[in-house]
């Protein structure tokens, strides 16, 4: 076996599994066959409002069954999550997109396939929460970058400086103090607001 592939199985096997079928024989058939893999799992039937909170995928069945009050808790955790569908229909297709799946089983189920789809699925939960990652620091840095033009600007204006000058300034206190610029930033213009606000407070209070 290659190394990559020994990468993925290993991955897998970390897994913590809960299988949302009705322990019948083919449900059965699942667990065994994930716990064969080296997966913890366990298996509920119907559809629970909430999930255990060390799992981290889920298979469920999605015919029959309203997975409606499952969503939030579904939302919240954001487990790898394979649907399991016996036909198509736009009812489950619909639930399909509702449960935001992963991957993908079909009824009746088979061995075969099972170890494809349950590995695609774990890839593409990676690789949803990396561009996730990417897009929050993104976000975090936009909005870093928008403080320290505000505080560039407000110390421009109260001190008569140049913008230069200004930069100098929040880069050298950040400095100083070992902080990220932007948190400086911040901080000089939640300073500027709370003053801004007495002020304004005071004013008000003379003409009352």
């Known amino acids: 076996m290659s190394a990559p592939a020994r ?72 487990p790898t999550v394979v649907a399991i569908v016996g036909y198509e229909s736009p009812t489950s297709l619909k639930a399909i997109v509702d449960v935001n799946a992963h991957g993908v089983l079909a009824k009746p189920l088979r061995p075969r396939g099972v170890l494809t789809q349950f590995a695609l699925a774990r890839y593409r939960r990676g690789y949803e929460g990396r561009l996730t990652s990417k897009i929050t620091r993104l976000e975090e840095t936009m909005k870093g970058r928008r403080s320290v033009e505000k505080a560039v600007r407000l110390l421009i204006d109260l001190n008569r400086i140049d913008e230069d000058a200004a930069y100098r300034l929040l880069r050298d206190r950040a400095t100083a103090t070992r902080v990220p610029m932007a948190s400086v930033a911040e901080s000089v213009v939640a300073a500027h607001e709370a003053m801004s606000g007495l002020g304004l407070r005071i004013a008000l209070a003379e003409k009352t």
């Open 7 to 78: 990468k993925i199985l290993d991955e897998l096997r970390r897994a913590r599994v809960l299988v949302v079928h009705p322990k019948d024989e083919e449900g059965a058939s699942l667990v065994d066959q994930l716990r064969r893999l080296g997966c913890e799992v366990s298996q509920l039937w119907p559809p629970p409002a909430a999930l255990p909170p060390e799992i981290d995928t889920l298979f469920v069945l999605l015919d029959d069954a309203d997975v409606r009050p499952l969503l939030p808790a579904l939302e919240e955790a954001g």
